[in-house]
């Protein structure tokens, strides 16, 4: 599934773990000052660009395993949910 929602495959994903294109390297810097202060984050919103080069919106959650030296978590792609909303509110 979240090779899905990157467009790559499994393999590409094991071999890259740092795939991850972020649109905004400042929300990443964000992100990761939130982690290491609380040791977790809980539904923020990344914007990402796919490995073929589409944007999409992700809601993740994440928690640090200090004695792993990882961060462990799941992402949404909820891309589909903000653009329906953008098309309300240009609606009103």
């Known amino acids: 599934k979240l090779a899905d929602i990157f467009e790559c495959s499994v393999d590409e994903m094991m071999a890259d773990p740092a795939i991850i294109r972020w649109a ?4 990443r810097k964000e ?5 290491k202060d609380r040791k977790a984050i809980d539904d923020y919103e990344i914007e990402i660009i796919t490995n073929k080069g589409n944007r999409k919106i992700i809601l993740a959650s994440f928690k640090l395993d200090e004695k792993k030296g990882t961060i462990e978590g799941a992402v949404k792609d909820i891309t589909k949910r903000k653009n329906a909303e953008e098309k309300l509110h240009q609606r009103h």
């Open 24 to 27: 905004d390297p400042e929300k």
């Open 31 to 35: 992100m990761v000052n939130i982690i």
